[in-house]
C-alpha cells in the first residue's frame, strides 16, 4: 500500500474544499493506505472542535465524520506552526489529537518521504 500526503491549505471559508480534503484523506485510509495530513493557511483552524463539529460541505460530507474516521485509521495530522501562531491555535487546540505542530522543513520532509501528495 502507499504512503499518501494531504496537503490543505483551505480552511472553514471554504466549506466544501476542506471537507473533500479530509474525504480524500478517509477514502485512502479505507484503501489501506497510510495517511498524512499537513494542515497551512486557513487549514489549521480545521482541526477546533467548533469548526469539526459544525463544518459539512456540499457534497462533501461532515469534517467531524472524516476527521474521527481518519482518526481511527491511524492517520495523523502536522499543523504549520507560523499559520497556527497567526491564527491562534495552540497546543490546547491539538491536546489529545494525532497532531503536532511543524515547521516549513517537515513539509518538505513528508512530501519526500510519502508515495503521493494530494493539495487542496
Request: charged fraction near 20%; aromatic fraction near 6%.
Amino acid at each position: 500500500m502507499a504512503r499518501i500526503l494531504v496537503h490543505v491549505t483551505v480552511g472553514p471559508e471554504n466549506p466544501s474544499r476542506a471537507a473533500l480534503a479530509f474525504l480524500v484523506a478517509k477514502s485512502a485510509i479505507d484503501e489501506g493506505h497510510t495517511v498524512s495530513l499537513f494542515l497551512a493557511g486557513d487549514a489549521v483552524q480545521l482541526i477546533r472542535e467548533a469548526v469539526l463539529d459544525n463544518l459539512v460541505g456540499l457534497g462533501t460530507g461532515k469534517l467531524r465524520e472524516h476527521y474521527d474516521a481518519i482518526v481511527a485509521g491511524g492517520g495523523k495530522f502536522y499543523l504549520s506552526g507560523m499559520s497556527s501562531k497567526g491564527r491562534g491555535v495552540t497546543a490546547s487546540d491539538i491536546n489529545g489529537k494525532p497532531a503536532e505542530f511543524a515547521m516549513p522543513n517537515v513539509l518538505v520532509r513528508l512530501s519526500l518521504e510519502h508515495d503521493r501528495m494530494f493539495t487542496y
